[in-house]
């Protein structure tokens, strides 16, 4: 059996975020039987030795496949593909293209979006106003890039539905509440149907379960 180690709390801001949801997410998709080991990172439960050892960077998510310990959340849902034989095609290609729009998503569109996030935290007060103009600028240019990937397609790496979308809907999703979506049509509602997937609904709602709160405070 699967064990999942996620977040377990919300954190005192309030915020819904973990990179954990992406592999429930994969997990809901494939049927692959697993836990959840809910961590309190709120409490220091990341920060342990113990966590450490199955965990080179002290964060979520790791999952434990009796015994055979996975980290960083896109290569947890490529795992999952793989053993499933879903979320993935079955040829050298096909995993190739799905491998490729992984690495897009999380070294090419997730660093900056990310940058966003932590100039929102860190400088609050906009001591550096050059960083909150030209980042967003730089995190357009991703996205331009992802919405013109997006002509004529359904989905990112494939004609189906692949761990890729998943990948990049879970990175998309730290910007959902600001307008960097808007001006691209095809990304946004590419990013709708993502969110529509039955798989992310039951995510989500088992998300708020498991940290005790409405699925509106985290959708
Ligand atoms: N590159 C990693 C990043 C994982 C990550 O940022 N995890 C966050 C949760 S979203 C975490 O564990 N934060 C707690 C900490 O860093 O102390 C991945 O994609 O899995």
């Not at 993935?88 to 293209?97: A, C, F, M, N, S």
């Not at 400088?123 to 960083?131: E, N, R």
């Not at 004529?152 to 979506?181: H, N, P, Q, Y």
Request: with cysteine; aromatic share 10%.
């Amino acid at each position: 059996m699967i064990t999942l180690y996620g977040f377990g709390k919300i954190f005192p801001e309030g915020v819904g975020e973990t990179k954990d949801l992406r592999a429930q997410w994969a997990l809901e998709e494939t049927g692959l039987p697993y836990r959840v080991h809910a961590l309190d990172h709120t409490a220091g439960d990341l920060d342990s030795d113990a966590y450490g050892r199955i965990s080179p960077f002290h964060q979520a998510p790791v999952i434990d496949d009796d015994g055979f310990v996975v980290a960083e959340s896109a290569a947890v849902v490529i795992y999952l593909a793989e053993k499933a034989g879903k979320l993935i095609p079955g040829d050298l290609q096909g995993r190739t293209r799905v491998v490729q729009w992984c690495f897009a998503a999380v070294s090419t569109v997730e660093p900056t979006l990310v940058c966003i996030d932590m100039i929102g935290i860190f400088d609050s007060g906009k001591a550096a106003p050059t960083l909150h103009a030209e980042v967003p600028k730089l995190a357009r240019r991703w996205l331009g890039h992802v919405e013109r990937r997006l002509e004529g397609r359904e989905w990112i790496a494939c004609a189906d539905f692949t761990a890729a979308d998943i990948m990049m809907a879970g990175v998309l999703r730290s910007i959902r509440k600001t307008d960097l979506m808007d001006p691209f049509p095809r990304l946004k509602a590419y990013y709708e149907r993502c969110q529509a997937r039955p798989a992310w609904q039951r995510t989500l709602g088992l998300y708020a379960e498991r940290l005790g709160v409405s699925v509106d405070a985290i959708r």
